[in-house]
């Protein structure tokens, strides 16, 4: 019976490639919080606190993952490199402006939101001139 079973994506090879899946990984759950705000249900705010600060332990680990001093790469995978930290700095600071406000409607601000995917979506043409295993 594995036909209807959940198909499995492996944790690319790529050291940007798995930068990227972590990123997107953190994004869904912060995606989540955000359409729950957005949404007008009630926000448990300890929990949210404990999920957003477990997120930005995983950017900050991100950052340090892709870091000159830990990641060697070549002439274009380093431009590549500078978007995606310049992406996860975005979105550090994004939670750190929910915290200040509490997770307000306020701190939902969907034209970021939206900057942060449209930034994500022009990275995919750059991650394939790489032959990354992740888009």
Excluded: C
């Amino acid at each position: 019976m594995g036909w209807f079973r959940k198909k499995r994506v492996e944790r690319p090879k790529n050291p940007l490639g798995a930068a990227l899946y972590d990123y997107d990984h953190t994004w869904g759950a912060i995606k989540k919080i955000t359409a729950n705000v957005q949404a007008g249900k009630p926000v448990k705010v300890d929990r949210v606190k404990k999920l957003l600060i477990q997120n930005k332990a995983k950017l900050n680990q991100i950052l340090k993952d892709i870091s000159k001093e830990n990641l060697k790469v070549d002439y274009r995978s380093d431009k590549i490199r500078y978007k995606i930290s310049d992406m996860v700095i975005q979105l550090i600071d994004f939670l750190d402006m929910g915290q200040k406000h509490n997770f307000d409607d306020q701190f939902v601000d969907a034209s970021r939101l939206d900057n942060l995917m449209d930034r994500r979506e022009s990275l995919k043409k750059d991650m394939k001139d790489i032959e990354s295993d992740y888009l």
